[in-house]
Structure formats: C-alpha cells, structure tokens
C-alpha cells in the first residue's frame, strides 16, 4: 500500500515526461529541461541541526523530503512531488504530499498522518531554503542553508570505505573503515569537513591513529560519483553496499 501512495505522489509530474521517455527511451532529469530548478538539488539543515531537507532531481520533478529528529530513533518525515511554478521562483507541490513518522534504524512507518499534504519550497535573498506547510504549518520560521549532497552516502576508495556519516554544527562528520578480508574493520578514522556552495566541494581533515594528518577534497563527477582528491590526485570512488 505504502509502495503504492509513493506511486501516486509523482504520477502527475511523470506523465508529462512520459511520451518524450518513450521516444528516447532514456531517463532523464528535470533539470535538463528546467535548469532553474537545480539550485534547490542539494541537502539543506536548520540551524539546530534537528531540520534538514534533502532535494532529489528526478524525471519528471523535483523530489524534496523534510525530515524532522525527534529522538528515540524516530523521524517526522515529510515527503513532495514539486516543479517549478510559472515564473520559476519557487517549487510548489502537486497533491497527495506525505507526513509519516518513521524509524530511523528500519526505515519502517510507525505512523501515516496524512496523505494529501501541500507545500512551496522557496530561496530567499541570501541563498536560504524557505520551507511553507500550507497543510498544517509545520516548520514556521526556519531557515535551511545548503550543505551539499554528500549525505548519508557510503563509498569505496579501494578498501577505505568512506561514509558521510552525518552533519553537526556548522561541518560534515565523515567516517573511514579499513576493510580487511570478509570485510572486518582493521582501523578507522574520524574526518570533520566544511562544505563550500560555491564550488560544490567539501574539504574534510583527520587521520588514522598513529598515522600523518590527511586533507580530503571531495566532490561529484559528471556521473555522480564521488571524487576523493588529495595532494593533487583524484580518485573516483565506487559506491558502497556495506553495512556495519
């Protein structure tokens, strides 16, 4: 049932896309047709670090989720389907917008508020996200600065595994596992990184025990995968199935 409610909700943005994917047969992204859509494409985080609204560019739309901690490993998950409206200043959302309670360690829903939520995403004169619940105002003063779309990804440079493990005051908390064989953690580092909008980059410092300081940039390729970059050479990393 809940497989689909999320059908539902983008169905009325991907039928327009439809005949055109049925011609080409290729996916594609919203962006490509409405390239003023892809400012929102990021992660963005409140203040307190409670907040944060991930922006997913998908055929067809654009794809926000507001997810709200609530401790206890539970989440208040908002979920849209949006696109640019006339004058391509906000993204407004079509019906059937979701608000669900959820467990962050099995991803199931606890509990299913609503299922006909409405909702604009905005960006204010100093590059802030505005979220507007024109269902039940839920959100009312915040403000969401971008962090990039390096969240919660978990990647492989070899048998470094890299996870972009959360984000806290201000700068990225990145974890890096040295996987031996059947995948055990022989060593493990901790990386603090800040993220800068402007070239879309994220630079992190730490290093394993014992060993020299290191400085990682990392950024995304034309593919979407992550680049690790350090001391002048890049490294394209795999993305990651492993799971602690």
């Known amino acids: 049932?809940?497989?689909l409610i999320a059908m539902i909700l983008v169905l009325c943005l991907s039928l327009a896309a439809a005949a055109a994917f049925a011609e080409d047969e290729e996916y594609g992204f919203y962006t490509d047709d409405y390239p003023e859509a892809l400012a929102y494409v990021s992660t963005w985080v409140a203040e307190d670090g409670d907040w944060r609204i991930e922006v997913y560019d998908e055929d067809g739309g654009i794809k926000p989720m507001v997810v709200h901690r609530l401790g206890d490993n539970k989440e208040d998950v908002w979920e849209y389907a949006m696109a640019l409206n006339t004058e391509k200043t906000a993204l407004t959302a079509v019906p059937l917008g979701l608000h669900y309670k959820q467990d962050v360690v099995t991803l199931?829903?606890?509990?299913?508020y609503y299922e006909d939520g409405d909702a604009t995403l905005t960006i204010n004169e100093n590059g802030k996200l505005i979220w507007t619940d024109l269902k039940e105002d839920a959100g009312k003063g915040l403000?969401?600065?971008k962090i990039g779309n390096f969240y919660g990804g978990r990647w492989m440079k070899g048998d470094i595994e890299v996870i972009f493990y959360d984000w806290y005051d201000g700068e990225y908390d990145i974890r890096?596992?040295?996987r031996g064989e059947n995948n055990e953690i022989l060593k493990d580092a901790i990386l603090k990184g800040d993220y800068d909008a402007a070239t879309d980059t994220l630079t992190a410092y730490g290093e394993f025990e014992g060993e020299d300081p290191i400085t990682?940039?990392?950024?995304?390729?034309e593919h979407n995968n992550v680049v690790w970059t350090e001391n002048g050479e890049s490294t394209v990393l795999e993305y990651s199935?492993?799971?602690d």
């Open 108 to 112: 199931d829903w606890d509990v299913t």
């Open 216 to 221: 990682v940039t990392f950024s995304y390729d």
């Open 1 to 3: 049932m809940k497989k």
């Open 143 to 145: 403000e969401f600065e």
């Open 176 to 178: 890096l596992y040295q």
């Open 241 to 243: 199935y492993l799971t």
